[in-house]
């Protein structure tokens, strides 16, 4: 079954401690990126990957690290949360289109719920 | 900036009310547009997507937008709704040729009463 899964779907840490959300796809798409979902904000861009190797900075980047050693994976890393990190996180993937970004359908992960005391 | 935006942040309907959510975006360049939904506790779905040809697109479950490239819209319809049509939806461009950076609108919640 093609899908994106996130892991974990719920957290909740504390200020500094360091923490990977870990997504993975298994539809060998090129494109891959992390958003933030907030309250009357919409979805915002963290970042997002063309390839392996390749990333660049969304809307909202700051706080945030990400790697594409494999093509599949694509962690978002917090270094040192703080709580205005408190948000959902949505990782997708599809297929690079024309533009180089996202082609045909952007098939989205189930989200995990970060709280950050 | 470019930015998106979506004029109505809550929209209440009636079942088989018309339905019109508005969608402006600031870019003078080439864009991919889309429409996405989010059922209560679910994730994004793909509604639509228009990328180049007719400025018409129609989507799933009865859903259509149209792209007016002077007015900087891509505009979603649907001629009657249904209960089941309450989520929140987002609209989203891509900038082309500008890598894959996707800016989305902040979301309307539609409730649709029975």
Not at chain 1, 56 to 80: C, H, Q, T
Not at chain 2, 92 to 109: P, S
Request: proline content about 5%; glycine content about 10%; overall charge positive.
């Amino acid at each position: 079954e093609a899908q994106v899964t996130q892991n974990p779907r719920y957290l909740i840490t504390v200020t500094g401690k360091k923490l990977t959300v870990t997504c993975s796809q298994n539809m060998n798409h090129e494109y891959m990126s992390w958003y933030r979902q907030d309250p009357g904000l919409g979805l915002r861009q963290i970042y997002y990957s063309m390839n392996v190797e390749v990333t660049d900075k969304g809307d909202v980047p700051e706080g945030y690290k990400v790697s594409r050693k494999e093509k599949r994976n694509f962690p978002l890393i917090l270094e040192s949360p703080s709580p205005n990190q408190t948000s959902l996180y949505f990782c997708a993937s599809s297929l690079a289109g024309t533009s180089g970004g996202p082609g045909e359908t952007q098939y989205f992960g189930p989200g995990t719920r970060l709280l950050v005391l | 900036a470019q930015s998106v935006s979506q004029h109505n942040h809550h929209v209440i309907l009636s079942e088989a009310a018309s339905l019109e959510l508005g969608c402006n975006y600031s870019y003078g360049g080439t864009v991919n547009l889309f429409w996405y939904v989010q059922y209560p506790g679910q994730h994004l779905q793909l509604l639509l997507k228009y990328f180049s040809g007719d400025p018409l697109v129609k989507g799933i479950k009865g859903f259509e937008a149209e792209f007016i490239k002077s007015k900087f819209s891509f505009n979603l319809r649907k001629p009657s709704v249904q209960w089941s049509d309450t989520a929140e939806y987002f609209c989203a461009v891509l900038l082309y040729n500008q890598g894959g950076k996707l800016i989305f609108g902040q979301g309307t919640e539609l409730s649709v009463k029975p």
